[in-house]
């Protein structure tokens, strides 16, 4: 299983690899996770739109999963 993610990536990509991140990503104010952008931009771009800071929102990823079972 893949264990970091990075903003390049979609939200998509990183629910793939693990559901328990919808948690961070409903925190940084993005709820519409099943939407088609979810799977068509990345986590940068779904950041700008949102007012989000990536840089945050991919560490907290990362944290969650570098302890996630």
């Not at 991140?21 to 993005?30: C, D, K, L, N």
């Not at 007012?51 to 302890?67: I, K, M, P, R, S």
């Amino acid at each position: 299983m893949q264990n970091s993610v990075d903003k390049t990536m979609s939200i998509g990509e990183v629910l793939n690899i693990h559901r328990g991140t919808a948690r961070i990503f409903m925190e940084f104010g993005m709820h519409c996770l099943g939407c088609p952008h979810s799977i068509g931009e990345s986590i940068e771009m779904a950041c700008a739109v949102h007012g989000a800071n990536a840089d945050e929102l991919v560490h907290q990823l990362n944290e969650f999963l570098a302890t996630a079972e």
